[in-house]
């Protein structure tokens, strides 16, 4: 009964399909159509690009040293994959998006490269 409850309670306070939405999805393989970052000389070589809803980007590190993707706001913000996985160099890492909005990231051992994605 208490589970019930619980369940229910849940279903009132959240939009509809909010409990399933994803804001983020790492993929293995990266889709024709996603759009390209290079990581290099200790930055993102585009510091914002912009897809539509369930577009994809791919990062790839081109750089000497490792890099990440870390997601620090908009949607995906609190999300355990916001953080990438470190990409040694010509490692790639891509992400779709699954809801609209503004995606701030950073690499998280070098907070000075900052960039976004703009999801439509």
Not at 66 to 92: C, I, T, W, Y
Not at 109 to 118: D, L, R, S, Y
């Amino acid at each position: 009964m208490r589970s019930f409850l619980l369940a229910a309670a849940l279903s009132l306070a959240l939009p509809a399909g909010a409990a399933f939405a994803q804001a983020i999805t790492v993929v293995d393989q990266a889709p024709a159509d996603a759009v390209t970052v290079s990581i290099a000389n200790m930055a993102f070589a585009t510091e914002e690009v912009k897809v539509k809803k369930g577009g994809s980007v791919t990062w790839t590190n081109d750089d000497e040293i490792a890099h990440n993707v870390h997601f620090r706001n908009g949607p995906a913000k609190g999300d355990p994959k916001a953080q990438g996985k470190m990409l040694n160099k010509g490692e790639s890492y891509t992400v779709t998006f699954g809801e609209a909005g503004t995606y701030d990231y950073i690499c998280t051992p070098h907070p000075m490269m900052k960039a976004k994605v703009i999801v439509e």
